[in-house]
């Protein structure tokens, strides 16, 4: 048993016994819900410490479903070896929205997660089958970095080949031209990288319309952290 279930018992051993002054019983009481909030306070700790024990900010989440391919409550779609979280469902009872629930906010599953890999599987057809069939998944993501980039163009295009998930309006970069301003200026930018918004605009069509006219273009890019071997 731990120290704090111990000590109540003690405590209403003694109440029980009438052998606890109203001063003592007040102390003992004290006791108990500091030792309590220490405990809490040490879970949490250790909880949050799961997300930052690997250098690649990855982290643990398991999902049961509890009927044959009920769905998780988010929209994934397959970008550079991984799955990525486009979107998510918040409706009460979903999967996604329970577990978020009784996570700290460090652990809560959120649109732009990459899953890389499920139930130990790595191949993208294969964790794809995982997240629409399997009854429990047990998942290893990652959390983008975010980053801005700024590219002055000089009379050049952007040079960016762009690769749209038209169902949740994500915009991926797919290449880059080595002659255009991307690329020449030596801008932050690589190809699957996740163009989040340009000058502080985030609709699809702003995006679009930003990068092809705007002779600055401020770029709010969302990459991948790099695995770190096991």
């Known amino acids: 048993a731990s120290a704090p279930q111990a000590n109540l018992r003690q405590l209403r051993s003694c109440e029980a016994a009438g052998s606890v002054s109203s001063l003592h019983r007040r102390a003992m009481w004290l006791a108990c819900c500091a030792e309590m909030q220490t405990k809490h306070a040490v879970?949490?700790?250790?909880?949050?410490?799961?997300?930052?024990?690997?250098?690649?900010?990855?982290f643990s989440a398991r999902l049961q479903r509890r009927r044959p391919f009920e769905p998780l409550g988010m929209e994934l779609e397959a970008v550079g070896g991984a799955l990525i979280i486009v979107a998510m469902q918040c409706t009460a009872n979903s999967l996604v929205h329970m577990y978020n629930a009784r996570m700290i906010p460090a652990l809560q599953l959120q649109a732009g997660d990459y899953i890389v890999h499920i139930n130990g599987e790595t191949d993208i057809g294969i964790m794809a089958d995982l997240?629409?069939?399997?009854?429990?998944?047990?998942?290893?993501?990652?959390r983008p970095k975010v980053h801005?980039?700024?590219?002055?163009r000089r009379g050049r295009p952007l040079g960016l080949t762009l690769r749209f998930v038209s169902a949740s309006a994500c915009?991926?970069?797919?290449?880059?031209?080595?002659?255009?301003?991307?690329?020449?200026?030596?801008a932050d930018i690589a190809e699957e990288d996740r163009v989040l918004a340009v000058n502080g605009l985030t609709s699809l069509p702003e995006i679009v319309t930003e990068l092809a006219t705007s002779e600055e273009?401020?770029?709010?890019?969302?990459?991948?952290?790099?695995?770190?071997p096991a």
Do not use: Y
């Open 217 to 228: 273009p401020r770029i709010a890019i969302a990459r991948r952290p790099r695995l770190v």
């Open 148 to 152: 801005n980039v700024s590219v002055r």
């Open 43 to 58: 879970e949490k700790f250790e909880l949050q410490q799961t997300l930052v024990e690997d250098s690649d900010d990855s």
């Open 171 to 186: 915009v991926f970069v797919a290449s880059l031209a080595v002659d255009g301003a991307a690329a020449m200026n030596g």
């Open 131 to 142: 997240a629409r069939s399997a009854m429990a998944l047990d998942m290893k993501l990652q």
